[in-house]
């Protein structure tokens, strides 16, 4: 279907997109357009005005902030995948971004549209709410910082409002002694995962310490699988078999409710045994 009608502007700055947006009420950010096209030509959506901050530059980069990588919300999937600085103080994150969709996909798609977005079934909202991540929105009233675990509200929604935009992402820097795993069913190579989990542990005297698991698409937001967590750091037998406790998943075209949970209880004993491996 063709979109329905609307104006477009191309915006300059980051205060630039912040005005337009305000210009208009139903007004909508575009960036890699990957998710929103889609919406625009089923008229899903109808916004008036797109603001086109895909030209944006200064906010596509990979950054050492300290004891964080500071991410620009507009770097594209690949170059989160391919930035050297994540490969190596955070693998997970540039792992999980050289999984989504195929080479087209990760060209153009950006980190800070896929958070924006809030799609439960998207892969690197589950990453960050692992790693405790952090997002940076910035509006009319300047720069606020969003925890991950604040951040996803619900199905396409997200804590950043109508004339607020993702600048940054920050996400931890791990250590040696940590342990990770990115691992995504999916039924052909390029589809969203039907059930994905992100995981991450920290070797401790004895066993695990600070253990984190967050599933994809096992409810209306990435989820942390809590009882798994906790059995993952008492030492249990089979975290697994906890990994789909406190989840609500939907059924669809591609798997039942039933079957999500099962996936759950399965990619989460894969996730702990490569993580482990490592
Ligand atoms: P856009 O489509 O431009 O925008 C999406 C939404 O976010 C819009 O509402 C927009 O207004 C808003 N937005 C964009 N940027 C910002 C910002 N900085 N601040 C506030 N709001 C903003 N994703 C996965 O995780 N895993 C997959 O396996 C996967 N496979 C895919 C396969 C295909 C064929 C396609 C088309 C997409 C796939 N995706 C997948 C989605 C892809 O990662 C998208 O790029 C991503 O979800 C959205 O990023 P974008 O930059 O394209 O955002």
């Excluded at 279907?1 to 909508?28: N, T, W």
Aim: hydrophobic content about 45%.
């Amino acid at each position: 279907m063709i979109p329905a009608a609307f104006d477009y502007e191309i915006a300059e700055s980051l205060e630039h997109a912040v005005s337009l947006l305000g210009d208009r009420e139903d007004a909508k950010l575009l960036a890699g357009g990957h998710s929103l096209l889609p919406l625009l030509r089923l008229r899903a959506v109808r916004p008036s005005l797109l603001v086109d901050v895909g030209r944006l530059e200064d906010l596509s980069y990979v950054r050492d902030a300290g004891d964080t990588i500071a991410i620009g919300a507009l770097t594209r999937h690949h170059d989160v995948a391919t930035a050297p600085l994540l490969q190596e103080h955070n693998p997970l994150v540039s792992t999980a971004a050289g999984l989504i969709g195929d080479p087209q996909v990760r060209h153009r798609g950006t980190i800070g549209g896929s958070l924006a977005h809030g799609d439960p079934a998207s892969d690197l909202p589950a990453v960050l709410l692992a790693l405790d991540g952090e997002v940076d929105v910035t509006g009319p009233g300047g720069v606020r910082t969003v925890a991950a675990a604040d951040f996803f509200t619900g199905v396409f929604q997200t804590a950043a409002g109508p004339q607020e935009i993702v600048a940054e992402v920050r996400v931890p820097k791990l250590t040696g002694d940590h342990m990770w795993s990115f691992t995504k069913f999916h039924r052909r190579a390029q589809d969203w995962a039907t059930v994905g989990v992100a995981a991450v542990a920290r070797r401790a005297s004895g066993g695990v310490a600070d253990a984190a698991i967050a599933l994809v698409n096992m409810g209306a937001t990435p989820l942390r699988a809590s009882a798994a967590e906790a059995a993952w750091n008492a030492g249990a037998a089979d975290p697994g078999a906890a990994a789909d406790e406190g989840t609500e998943p939907g059924s669809d075209t591609n798997a039942s409710a039933g079957y999500r949970r099962h996936l759950a209880r399965v990619l989460v004993r894969r996730a702990i045994a490569e993580a482990t491996a490592r």
